[in-house]
């Protein structure tokens, strides 16, 4: 078989540039869709930028992602582009919607159009069960999502269930909960804190303001949740897969976790600011991968200790 062709929206974020890294390292000829900007927003990807290529098209434009499909002629599409910040949600509600709802809908339409055949992968969020109907969240769990962005991902998750269905489509929706890296966008809890404790130790900062301590999530590492991304799209018949690492912690774990391995004790640097409360919090995340660990052979590699500890240490390095 000739060199496999994939498509992934979002590659300037997070996730895009760990699958095009691995997509790459497969052999993959690999197009990354990007949105017209003034500035160019390459950092994640600028150490393989010359090994992939880069095309304008937005996900609120359809003709735009059309036009795109018809020149890669991709195998695969893996559709990571949205509005993925919680808090940014109340705020443009519409906005998300747009982009992480309809825009969902727009690259199956281009699919559809120019090639049923194509593989198709949607990044679905545990943000779904929100306020969780039980515990842990499973692929059978309903949805309660609390937030404009969980809604919009609803719609993006049954939009993709649904073209499967209505047009024997290879469309495949992984439910990831949340995944870090030294990769992962500043305002996230995970980097605010890695970064802040590093600030801290050195002398770079005085106090780091958060919002609620006690909600509980189930943190992996970016690095391990792209695998599965991929091995979804290589099985037999499409499905959808909880992807998670099974422990969850608090956010003040995870402050304890990173201030400890600058060896700061937390509690002197720590306020509360209301500002950082939500309108209505997910209180309780915590994911069971035991189908993806039987019909992918998937499993995590990294605990939330040693991704922490990653964090806080390139931080570390890039601040010093
Ligand atoms: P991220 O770092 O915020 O990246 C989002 C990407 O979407 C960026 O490349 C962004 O481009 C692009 N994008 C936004 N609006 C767009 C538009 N209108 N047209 C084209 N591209 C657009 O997010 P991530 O953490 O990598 O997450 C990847 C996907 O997984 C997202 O759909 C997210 O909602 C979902 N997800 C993430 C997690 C998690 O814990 N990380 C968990 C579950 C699901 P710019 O660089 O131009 O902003
Ligand atoms: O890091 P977060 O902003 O991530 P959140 O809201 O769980 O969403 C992330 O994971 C989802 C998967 O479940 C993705 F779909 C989504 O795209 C995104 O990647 O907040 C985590 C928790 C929340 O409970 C929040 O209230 O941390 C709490 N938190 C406490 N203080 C804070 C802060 N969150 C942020 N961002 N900033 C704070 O100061």
Wanted: include cysteine; glycine fraction near 6%.
């Amino acid at each position: 078989m000739g060199k496999k062709t994939a498509l992934v929206t979002g590659i300037t974020g997070q996730d895009g540039s760990y699958l095009a890294e691995l997509l790459l390292s497969k052999g993959y000829k690999v197009y990354g869709m990007v949105r017209r900007s003034s500035t160019e927003k390459f950092e994640r990807i600028e150490h393989i930028r010359d090994q992939v290529e880069i095309r304008q098209a937005d996900l609120l434009d359809q003709l735009s992602i059309i036009d795109l499909i018809e020149e890669a002629q991709p195998d695969e599409v893996y559709n990571l582009g949205a509005q993925s910040f919680v808090p940014t949600s109340w705020v443009q509600p519409v906005l998300t919607a747009e982009f992480t709802g309809i825009g969902v809908t727009k690259v199956l339409e281009a699919i559809r159009l120019v090639n049923k055949k194509i593989k198709f992968y949607q990044a679905s969020s545990s943000e779904m069960f929100g306020r969780v109907i039980e515990t842990p969240q499973t692929e059978t769990t309903p949805f309660y999502p609390r937030s404009p962005y969980g809604v919009a991902k609803v719609y993006g998750h049954y939009i993709t269930v649904n073209y499967r269905e209505s047009y024997d489509m290879y469309a495949c929706s992984g439910i990831l909960f949340n995944h870090e890296s030294p990769r992962r966008g500043m305002e996230f809890v995970t980097r605010k804190v890695t970064d802040a404790a590093a600030r801290i130790k050195l002398g770079l900062s005085k106090e780091l303001r958060l919002g609620n301590l006690d909600a509980k999530r189930d943190w992996g590492f970016a690095g391990d949740y792209v695998e599965a991304m991929w091995h979804m799209l290589q099985q037999k018949e499409p499905d959808d897969f909880v992807i998670a690492t099974g422990r969850t912690h608090t956010v003040q774990r995870l402050v304890e976790v990173a201030f400890e391995r600058v060896g700061l004790n937390w509690k002197e640097y720590v306020q509360i600011d209301k500002k950082f409360l939500r309108p209505a919090e997910v209180d309780l995340l915590v994911g069971d991968c035991s189908k993806a660990k039987n019909q992918l052979g998937w499993e995590p590699k990294v605990s939330f200790e040693e991704l922490i500890q990653m964090m806080v240490d390139e931080d570390l390095k890039r601040l010093s």
